[in-house]
């Protein structure tokens, strides 16, 4: 078999762990010089493929790509940027295997969310399509936890344990200043139609250390009345009271109770700012004082506080896709399989992208409290293994010493392409 390049790309909003992803897919190809020449990053996600702005792996010493597996964010720059079908934008298709046969590229791998294994899935079609052989590898990455058929998806873990560390530790504040001052306090956290991200904010309680957490997940209308009701019993109760809502709460009607009617790059509902409309509330029908934060890019950049089990999977599913490729496999993203609670064990596994592409996974019914404002005992049991373990980064001068790579550009080879 001819050596071929490879091109991996990050896509999407980033997390604390998609460079950990990172570091296994480069130091997995590294280990098959007889089948992967170089592996070229897209600068700013397929953007980098379609304007042919790559970026020369090699040129970064080991100990630097070592050093991705405890540095957030995108090392190569990430994007938001949905391939149209071939019917409606072929000029991109024949753009992308110009590139591809320029840079004798024969390796796809694309590490992002549900957005992105539709764009690896079509990429992985070239060869029928265009004519182009070429293996596509889908890299799962999302904070959301939506992608199906995987148990989780790296990124979330880290993000649930920021949310259940920072409920806990705002609800101590909070009990602490109830007496004379604030009795209320919403974080907002991300997640458009998901509230996985919301439901690790209950988490924060136990039976051992009860706390008066109110969840609003996407799942369950919001309905002012019950849920007014419900913070007015735990501050009744507890004397205060946390809430975790979820930016992608609807009501009744089906409308995000933070849209402002503008729209991101993919065409969603640009969301943000759900925490002041459920603080104004509490205000008006309680007249409680009341706080309230937005976890918004610190929640997935926290890699100072990531979960062990989170690092470990995201490094596994990158080195996972590799594996794939050089077994032949095209148009599959690798995925965990839970096969124990306690002691949390899984195993790698393999999912079609046709599979998991344009597919949401939202939270089960039985994930979600009789009330619609918890999580329950099965949800506590998913969740848990997830955010398990430390995996601190290196300090310096009393901060993580995070790597920044030297991102060398390839030299170009085709005229210049706009998008």
């Excluded at 130091?27 to 592996?39: C, L, T, Y």
């Excluded at 995000?256 to 065409?267: H, K, Y």
């Excluded at 195993?347 to 046709?354: I, K, N, R, S």
Aim: charged share 20%.
């Amino acid at each position: 078999m001819a050596i071929k390049n490879a091109f991996y790309a990050q896509s999407g909003g980033v997390t604390a762990v998609i460079n950990a992803s990172a570091a296994g897919l480069l130091e997995a190809a590294q280990a098959h010089p007889d089948k992967i020449g170089k592996v070229y990053a897209g600068r700013n996600g397929i953007i980098g493929a379609l304007t042919e702005d790559l970026i020369d792996t090699s040129a970064e010493s080991p100990e630097a790509i070592r050093a991705l597996r405890y540095t957030p964010s995108g090392a190569f720059g990430s994007c938001r940027y949905k391939l149209k079908s071939l019917e409606d934008n072929r000029r991109e298709y024949e753009r992308l295997i110009e590139v591809f046969k320029a840079h004798d590229i024969g390796y796809f791998f694309y590490n992002g969310g549900g957005d992105s294994a539709d764009t690896c899935l079509k990429v992985s079609q070239l060869a029928n399509t265009l004519g182009y052989p070429i293996q596509a590898i889908h890299v799962p990455k999302t904070i959301d936890n939506d992608l199906p058929i995987t148990d989780c998806c790296p990124g979330f873990g880290s993000v649930a344990k920021y949310v259940a560390v920072s409920m806990l530790e705002a609800s101590f504040d909070v009990a602490s200043m109830a007496k004379t001052s604030t009795k209320v306090f919403i974080l907002e956290v991300m997640g458009r139609h998901a509230g996985w991200i919301a439901a690790a904010g209950g988490l924060a309680s136990s039976k051992e250390r009860p706390v008066p957490v109110v969840i609003l997940f996407p799942e369950i209308a919001f309905d002012q009345e019950k849920f007014i009701a419900k913070v007015e019993q735990h501050v009744q109760g507890y004397g205060y009271c946390t809430v975790v809502v979820s930016e992608g709460v609807k009501n009744a009607d089906g409308k995000f109770l933070s849209d402002q009617g503008l729209r991101d790059a993919f065409g969603h509902a640009q969301l943000g700012g759900v925490a002041p409309v459920v603080a104004g509330i509490i205000r008006d029908k309680l007249g409680l004082k009341y706080h309230w934060g937005v976890a918004d890019y610190l929640q997935r950049a926290a890699r100072h506080i990531a979960s062990r089990t989170d690092v470990e999977q995201a490094y596994i599913m990158g080195k996972a896709a590799v594996e794939f490729a050089m077994a032949g496999h095209n148009s599959v993203m690798p995925t965990i399989e839970r096969t124990a609670n306690s002691p949390y064990v899984w195993q790698v596994g393999m999912a079609e992208l046709a599979d998991v592409a344009n597919v949401e996974k939202m939270m089960p019914a039985d994930f979600i409290s009789e009330d619609g404002f918890g999580i329950t005992n099965k949800c506590r049991e998913y969740l848990e293994p997830l955010i398990e373990g430390e995996d601190y980064p290196p300090y310096q001068n009393g901060l993580p010493a995070y790597i920044r790579l030297k991102n060398v550009a390839v030299p170009k080879k085709l005229a210049e392409f706009k998008i």
